[in-house]
């Protein structure tokens, strides 16, 4: 190799130096990946994971990651700005599975039939005897506290606070200051997180063995619909919206599709 090669090899190493040195990076030294974007109440988030710690963080815009600011959220994509250039990060699609090959067909040939003829009439086959296994009822789940207050209505028929009336309550009343954590019962998948008339903002989680638990009456939802969460974690945060007396957060357990009482889970909810 000449000095004249060697000479330019060194120029362009320190050039690449330089352009580290002077803010130069790349949006894919950061190596993050985009989970998902929320939209509520007209705000906008970014549900966005660190490749090298698998810590997902949400994140809203003009917060900065790194060098990189956060210029838009959107639908599947995220911008961000640095030293006057603008960089994408978008959500990566799902590769599609392809169907397993059929298998392999059959061939059974004369002497493979014979030998799995049926025995003889004539001869007797001794038959083990028939084992019936009871079902075997899945353990009962841990449910922790959702939130903690003072139990103000419990589960069962009541007085409706607002018709009048014996009414069937299928869940508990949980009463905090405004704005008061709301955490996850269980882990589980958040199968809705929406606004209904009756139960205002409301989050139902999916568990396993056919459990769901279901969060009504927020002032805000944390989380969105698809979205794992464990127990513990904060969904969302107490309010009065929907039908409502006051600030409360009304609990429900259901097997099955079926309201449980929540007292014969968590202690605390038992009256």
């Known amino acids: 190799m000449t000095r004249t ?6 120029i362009v190493a320190c050039l690449a130096l330089a352009a580290r040195a002077w803010g130069g990076s790349s949006l894919d030294d950061l190596n993050l990946r985009l989970v998902g974007s929320l939209f509520f109440q007209g705000e906008a988030s970014a549900l966005i994971e660190d490749g090298k710690t698998g810590k997902q ?3 809203e815009i003009n917060q900065r990651i790194g060098d990189f600011t956060i210029t838009d959220i959107q639908t599947g994509k995220v911008l961000f700005e640095n030293g006057g250039k603008s960089y994408a990060l978008a959500m990566a699609s799902m590769p599609e599975l392809e169907p397993p090959p059929p298998p392999d067909p059959v061939h059974y040939s ?3 039939l014979k030998s799995i003829a049926p025995p003889s009439i004539n001869k007797p086959v001794a038959r083990p005897p ?3 296994a009871k079902p075997v009822e899945p353990p009962k789940p841990f449910f922790a506290l959702p939130m903690g207050g003072d139990v103000r209505s419990g589960f069962g028929y009541r007085k409706h606070p607002m018709g009048g009336g014996t009414k ?4 508990v009343d949980i009463a905090a200051p405004h704005g008061t954590s709301i955490r996850a019962a269980a882990e589980g998948v958040v199968a809705e997180a929406t606004y209904d008339r009756w139960f205002g903002y409301y989050i139902l989680i999916r568990h396993k063995n056919g459990y769901s638990t279901k969060y009504a009456h ?4 944390k989380v969105r619909k698809g979205q794992y969460v464990s ?3 904060t969904i969302g945060y107490e309010g009065a919206t929907g039908q409502s007396t006051g600030p409360h957060l009304h609990f429900e357990i259901h097997k099955d599709g079926v309201s449980k009482d929540p007292g014969i889970y968590i202690s605390a909810l038992d009256r």
């Open 57 to 59: 963080t949400f994140y």
């Open 231 to 233: 127990q513990g974690e």
């Open 110 to 112: 004369a002497r493979s």
């Open 168 to 171: 069937f309550h299928s869940g």
């Open 130 to 132: 028939v084992l019936i």
């Open 218 to 221: 927020l002032s805000r939802i």
């Open 5 to 10: 090669r060697i000479a330019l090899l060194n």
